[in-house]
């Protein structure tokens, strides 16, 4: 009997190793089906989850029941999965070089309890090559056991979008592959019994990497080109959005607006790929000028925003600013390498003072991710507001309500374009990018 048939008897287990924003969501849905292991290093989210709570804040408590999956911090728990999904974080480093020790780290659990004829599925976005050059061994090595003949790998990149309802695990279409014909068949079969949306079977293992590393990277060149823009407009005296409005309206023009570019996919997976290239000796130029253009936006942010307090008459060292959001996108309670944080440093090297709110941002892990601490409420009089993030408290907001917390006028900076119709507010100055 195939691994596939295996499963679906329920003679072996499936077990999801990262239980994150990818992982978590994988396990549950699987474990509608299969019987599931979900194992994650931390062990106040496993308990957590033991009591249907997300987290990540992603998923409600009801998608919890029913669900044949059993939490587990100990590896030891692990040694009847035969069917593994590794969904870690692939960070980077400060020299923006690819950070692979939590994916080492999860090979590491998976080889030591690896058995003949186990399947282990990378979801994690890596560079091409990852997979079966730097994980592969690893397993190897643990478990005794020699690739392809032994066991069997595949890779099946995530695509889930945090905050996202509409696009979710079941509703995209899955990219996969094996290290075989057989693997690939069984792991595509495994995977359309979770996703309504198909998947797509790749030729490689390889394909399958570089087709998850393209998409986030595509994104961020086309969103640097569009900040770049936007300085540009700037200095014209022109709004982004009016010029982009205008350009939308014919059929085939990419509609991509300006903005912070964080999170721990568009604004990290491009550095995998630059890695990889320069390893085959050639420098990504246009990929690496995009990285740096969206990576000086929260500074370009908040030079702007001094500037114009500056404009106003008002003394920069008894100013004070309120920056709205601190997630690195909206309606998430995700911080991670969010690019707000660049705004606020800018800010505060001309000794402004910075209050920052946000409904959804964990006051305990900014401050320890960040070192500052977030505000339960604005505490005004400011100089500026930044509306950095689009949460929904966020939208639709009066114009009263800005005008309130700067009494004594300023700007309201609208970095997503959400209050473009404030352009002609007598009583404060609008800028977006």
């Known amino acids: 009997m195939d691994m596939y048939n295996k499963l679906i008897a329920k003679e072996v287990k499936l077990g999801v190793i990262g239980l994150g924003y990818v992982g978590l969501p994988i396990a549950l849905e699987f474990a509608k089906k299969l019987k599931v292991v979900g194992f994650d290093i ?25 669900a044949d999956i059993f939490f587990t911090s100990d590896p030891e728990d692990l040694n009847d999965v035969s069917f593994f ?26 080889g030591k309890v690896l058995s003949k004829g186990d399947y282990v599925v990378y979801e994690s976005t890596v560079y091409p090559g990852c997979t079966e050059e730097d994980c592969v061994p690893v397993l190897e090595e643990l478990s005794g056991l020699k690739y392809n003949e032994d066991f069997k790998v595949g890779y099946s990149p995530e695509r889930i979008n945090p ?46 990497e570089a087709a998850k590393i393209i998409e986030n990277t595509q994104r961020d060149v086309n969103i640097a080109l569009v900040n770049e823009l936007s300085i540009i407009f700037n200095r014209l ?7 982009l409005t205008a350009a939308g309206t014919k059929w085939n023009f990419l509609k991509f607006f300006p903005g912070l570019v964080g999170g721990h996919c568009i604004g990290v997976d491009p550095y995998y790929l630059t890695h990889k290239a320069k390893q085959t000796g050639y420098h990504a130029k246009i990929i690496n000028s995009g990285r740096y253009v969206n990576d000086s936006m929260g500074f370009y942010v908040g030079k702007q925003t001094v500037k114009k307090i500056i404009a106003q008459g008002k ?25 707000v944080i660049d705004v606020i440093r800018e800010i505060e090297s001309f000794s402004v003072a910075v209050d920052v709110v946000d409904p959804y941002a964990d006051p305990n892990e900014v401050n320890q991710e960040y070192g500052y601490k977030t505000k339960n409420g604005p505490e005004g009089p400011y100089d500026a507001v930044i509306v950095a993030v689009n949460h929904s408290e966020y939208k639709d907001l009066p114009e009263e309500f800005f005008e309130k917390l700067m009494p004594n006028g300023g700007i309201l900076v609208d970095i997503k374009g959400g209050y473009k119709n404030m352009e002609n507010n007598k009583k404060l100055e609008y800028w977006s990018l």
């Open 42 to 66: 931390n062990q106040d989210r496993v308990e957590l989850m033991r009591n249907n709570i997300d987290p990540s804040k992603e998923l409600d408590a009801s998608e919890f029941e029913g």
């Open 85 to 110: 999904i590794i969904a870690v974080p692939t960070p980077i480093d400060e020299s923006n070089l690819p950070n692979l020790k939590p994916l080492i780290g999860a090979s590491t659990t998976v």
């Open 163 to 208: 905050g996202d309802k509409e696009h979710t695990l079941s509703s995209i279409v899955k990219v996969s592959s094996g290290s075989c014909s057989v693997s690939a068949e069984n792991i595509a079969k495994t995977y359309e019994l979770v996703v309504e949306a198909g998947v797509h079977r790749a030729s490689s293992i390889m394909v399958a």
């Open 237 to 243: 005296g022109i709004n982004t959005y009016d010029v």
């Open 315 to 339: 003394r920069v060292m008894d100013s004070k600013v309120l920056i709205m959001g601190a997630t690195f996108k909206e309606d998430v309670s995700d911080i991670r390498n969010s690019k």
